[in-house]
Each structure stands twice: as structure tokens, then as C-alpha cells.
């Protein structure tokens, strides 16, 4: 069940804060069209987009890799941190990916934005080599949101791919509706074991320093790991 008080504040804040009206109009489109041609209504909530945007502001981030792309409303946002950003998405659905790509041009962000179709652990790791061999930039920021199974996986690479001190990974749907704190719920689901596994590897890694923040509103209860690269 979804609280409406918190409903009531994502729509009473977004009407103040979220007032970019190309974007708007950008993200609008993406969420029409995303769902005219099939695709789940699983994005990001406004709030966390414009999070990740605000993220990649911060982390002064020229490079974001994102593994789960969907219609790309989430990439829209951050897209939108800067004119210059560049944004590496990974998306095993061909079919989502050729809408996302429709979305980008409406939004007038297409050329900054390179789509990669495939399974992302095919991906990633060649996208690593490129980055070895001085071919490809390394990634200010990098949001996480595709199969949660493999969560660390992503995770550790992202560590490996970040552009050092001051960059950020984001993860999402880490409190699964507070599954995440019960074991027993980690034996019955893979993405609930994946969720634990990426925090309390997180926890032990060196590379980073991160916290989980639980959120309410649109989307049911849930909450993202935030991780700053040492
Ligand atoms: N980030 C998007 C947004 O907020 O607009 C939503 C992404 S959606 C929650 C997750 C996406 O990850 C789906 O489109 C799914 O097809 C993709 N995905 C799932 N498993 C994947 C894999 N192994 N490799 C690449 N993409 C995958």
C-alpha cells in the first residue's frame, strides 16, 4: 500500500523542484511512448531521477555508465546534468532499446548517449578493456538498476571502471520492501541474496564508502545504496 501523504509530497515538491520544462517535456514523452510500445513501468520515480541527475552534478561525473536502460528515462535525467555528459547504457532488450533510443532523439540527447545491446556481464567486461587500453573514459558516476541477481558483479566492475576519488555508484531497489534485512527471504529470492551480497560486499570494500537510504512515495517502499569512490 502506498502512503498518499507521500504521494501528495512527491507531486507538492516536484511542482517546485522539477520545473526544467524541456526536460519535462523530454521525460513526458519518454514515459508515453515508453508505455504505448510495451515496455514495464518500472523507471525511476521523478525524484530519484532528478537524485541521479543532481549526482552527476556532484560528482562533476563527464563519463556515466548505467547497467539497465529500460525506455531510458532514467538516462534523460542524467543526461540532463550537463550538455556535454556522456552516458554508456546496457540493455539486453533489443526492443527496449530501440525505443529508448526514439526517446533520445525527441529529447535531443541521441548523440551523447551510446546504447549497448546485450547481456550486461557480456559487456562490461570488454567495456573494462577498452578503458585499460586507453580507448574509452572512465565513469564519473554509475547507476545500477538492471537484474538484481548479479548486483555485485556490476558493482565491482563500476568500482573498477570509476574515475577515481569523488566519483559515485548508485544501486537500486536495495530495500525490496525491507526483504533485504531477512535472511530467510535471501534463501527463497535470488534478487533479495544479490541485494546482500552488493551491500555487504560494499561494506568490506576499501574501494568505496556507501550507505543505503530507504525512500516512500509514487513506487512502493524501497531505497537506493549510494557508494563514493575513495
Ligand atoms: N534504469 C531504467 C529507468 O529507471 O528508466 C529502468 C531499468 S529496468 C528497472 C531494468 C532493465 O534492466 C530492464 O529493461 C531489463 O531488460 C534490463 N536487464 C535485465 N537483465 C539484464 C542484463 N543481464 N543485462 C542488461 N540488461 C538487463
Same mark, same amino acid.
Given at each position: ?6 504521494i ?10 522539477? !520545473? ?16 504505448? !510500445? ?95 587500453e ?22 565491482d ?8 576519488t ?6 537500486? !531497489? ?41 525512500t ?15
Open positions: 500500500e502506498q502512503d498518499p501523504r507521500a501528495a509530497v512527491d507531486t507538492y515538491t516536484a511542482t517546485h523542484l522539477h !520545473n526544467d520544462t524541456a526536460l519535462n517535456k523530454a521525460l513526458n514523452h519518454c514515459i508515453s511512448n515508453s508505455a504505448d !510500445n510495451g515496455l514495464r513501468d518500472i523507471a525511476v520515480f521523478p525524484a530519484f531521477g532528478k537524485f541521479l541527475m543532481l549526482q552527476a552534478r556532484l560528482a562533476r561525473a563527464s563519463h556515466i555508465l548505467e547497467v539497465g536502460l529500460l525506455g531510458g528515462y532514467s538516462t534523460i535525467w542524467m543526461a540532463f546534468a550537463n550538455p556535454e555528459v556522456k552516458i554508456t547504457t546496457l540493455e539486453i532488450d533489443e526492443h527496449a532499446a530501440e525505443v529508448a533510443k526514439k526517446n533520445f532523439e525527441v529529447a535531443g540527447v541521441a548523440s551523447r548517449i551510446e546504447v549497448l545491446v546485450g547481456t550486461a556481464l557480456d559487456i562490461l567486461p570488454t567495456l573494462e578493456k577498452e578503458i585499460q586507453g580507448k574509452r573514459e572512465k565513469y564519473g558516476l554509475a547507476f545500477i538498476d538492471a537484474d538484481k541477481e548479479n548486483n555485485w558483479s556490476y558493482f566492475y563500476a568500482a573498477k571502471m570509476s574515475a577515481g569523488g566519483s559515485v555508484i548508485v544501486v537500486d !531497489n536495495v530495500v525490496r520492501a525491507g526483504a533485504v534485512a531477512d535472511e530467510e527471504e535471501a534463501k527463497k529470492d535470488e534478487r533479495v541474496a544479490g541485494t546482500r551480497k552488493v551491500i555487504e560486499n560494499a561494506g568490506r570494500d576499501g574501494r568505496v564508502d556507501a550507505t543505503v537510504v530507504q516512500v512515495g509514487e513506487k512502493s517502499y524501497d531505497g537506493f545504496l549510494l557508494a563514493y569512490v575513495k
